[in-house]
């Protein structure tokens, strides 16, 4: 009997979970049902087409070159470069690469690192839903407290900035912010900027801002970086994905920029997690990035898909919502049906042929408003064949 309860014990130690609220993701469990059914999936946020050739040969030539080792912890130093040239470009802001910039494995991995540098248990972090999914698991790892404000869905998903600042108490360490946002394409205005630059004046609170649609905006409007404010900027940690702007999600390779002493911080963490990244696609990017036509020529691209994709929706029953940016839009589809986010998206699925996401998925607690996500950075054919079902709906 004595050596039971020491098995015992060590049977429950076994069977604890840091994340035991945490499942497989919905865009895991959706992509799975397309692909048992068949259907188009407009579900999860990946290009069906390839990258750029020129940008295959880069990665090509570099491995012919012979760099196949382990890269320096911080990035490449042509990369670093590059990205300093290039945000310095976009938006006027110069960070030092020698200090300020980290190669990251995809920007999922740079905002993980981040919060666990930056979050001590105790901490509060704001997140705004709908949220993307790995934010919040990244707070509870740090030992943080995710604290949720929503957007306001009913002025486009808006920020509300006096309900945000209704939330920072002595606790709160972070602003996670996501514009161009997942999932409802809503952007940044001018005024979000001033109202968010008088919150950290008055609070001390830094800004994570996770900004990998940098470059997919529409209709004329840039895209408001946080590291254009100079007062931001130094508070702020400023994140991107290299797999989102150059349609090779494959390639994992996102960078952080940051104040020296936050990107100080962050690399003792980066250090143990990855130690580096891939050396051949570093040095790839690096040489790409001479050209900045591929990325400046990003908004017509996808603003012709969104044309497209959308105006072949508003002729079904559903009723699509404003997209600013991203390579997602929303349809709410209370004139089909009054099922619940997740059961429609299933019935979309098994009985149309077409994936999308719940929005439902993306908030902590319960929230329907009968609207679904479809991503449209896909072929044209690809479009039009889910415009067909959609049509059908």
């Known amino acids: 009997m004595d050596q039971e309860k020491p098995r015992a014990a060590a049977a429950a130690r076994v069977g604890r979970s840091k994340l035991p609220g945490v499942g497989t993701t919905i865009f895991t469990v959706i992509s799975a049902l397309a692909n048992e059914h068949g259907a188009v999936n407009l579900g999860q946020g990946f290009p069906d087409f390839d990258c750029d050739p020129q940008l295959k040969h880069c990665y090509a030539a570099a491995l012919a070159d012979g760099h196949n080792q382990y890269a320096p912890m911080a990035g490449v130093a042509a990369l670093r470069s590059a990205i300093a040239a290039k945000v310095a470009s976009a938006y006027g802001h110069r960070?030092?690469?020698?200090?300020?910039?980290?190669?990251?494995?995809?920007?999922?991995?740079?905002?993980?690192?981040?919060?666990?540098?930056?979050?001590?248990?105790?901490?509060?972090?704001?997140?705004?839903?709908?949220?993307?999914?790995?934010?919040?698991?990244?707070?509870?790892?740090?030992?943080?407290?995710?604290?949720?404000?929503?957007?306001?869905?009913?002025?486009?998903?808006?920020?509300?900035?006096?309900?945000?600042?209704?939330?920072?108490?002595?606790?709160?360490?972070?602003?996670?912010?996501?514009?161009?946002h997942n999932p409802t394409g809503r952007t940044l205005q001018v005024e979000d900027v001033r109202a968010l630059e008088e919150l950290v004046a008055a609070t001390g609170i830094l800004v994570l801002s996770d900004e990998v649609y940098e470059h997919i905006v529409f209709d004329g409007v840039p895209h408001r970086s946080i590291a254009a404010s100079p007062a931001l900027a130094l508070n702020?940690?400023?994140?991107?994905?290299?797999?989102?702007?150059?349609?090779?999600?494959?390639?994992?390779?996102?960078?952080?920029?940051?104040?020296?002493?936050?990107?100080?911080?962050?690399?003792?963490?980066?250090?143990?997690?990855?130690?580096?990244?891939?050396?051949?696609?570093?040095?790839?990017?690096?040489?790409?990035?001479?050209?900045?036509?591929?990325?400046?020529?990003?908004?017509?691209?996808?603003?012709?898909?969104?044309?497209?994709?959308?105006?072949?929706?508003?002729?079904?029953?559903?009723?699509?919502?404003?997209?600013?940016?991203?390579?997602?839009?929303?349809?709410?589809?209370?004139?089909?049906?009054?099922?619940?986010?997740?059961?429609?998206?299933?019935?979309?699925?098994t009985r149309h042929g077409v994936a999308a996401i719940p929005v439902a998925g993306f908030y902590q607690q319960p929230f329907e408003a009968q609207v679904v996500r479809f991503c449209f950075a896909k072929k044209d054919e690809t479009l039009r064949t889910a415009l067909e079902r959609l049509a059908q709906v």
């Open 95 to 180: 960070y030092d690469p020698d200090t300020e910039i980290t190669v990251t494995a995809g920007a999922t991995q740079a905002i993980m690192t981040t919060i666990l540098a930056l979050v001590s248990p105790g901490d509060e972090v704001i997140v705004l839903e709908p949220v993307y999914d790995s934010y919040v698991p990244s707070i509870v790892l740090a030992g943080g407290t995710p604290v949720p404000v929503p957007l306001d869905h009913t002025r486009g998903y808006a920020p509300d900035w006096e309900r945000i600042r209704g939330a920072i108490t002595a606790r709160t360490r972070l602003l996670l912010l996501n514009f161009p």
């Open 236 to 349: 702020a940690v400023v994140i991107s994905s290299f797999g989102k702007t150059f349609h090779a999600t494959g390639w994992k390779i996102g960078y952080a920029c940051a104040p020296a002493h936050l990107s100080a911080e962050i690399r003792k963490v980066h250090q143990f997690m990855v130690f580096a990244v891939n050396t051949p696609a570093q040095h790839a990017l690096a040489s790409y990035l001479h050209d900045p036509a591929p990325y400046l020529g990003l908004p017509a691209f996808y603003q012709a898909k969104r044309d497209l994709f959308c105006a072949g929706l508003r002729a079904s029953r559903f009723e699509v919502l404003p997209c600013e940016g991203t390579y997602f839009a929303l349809a709410r589809y209370a004139a089909i049906s009054d099922a619940s986010e997740a059961d429609f998206v299933r019935t979309l699925v």
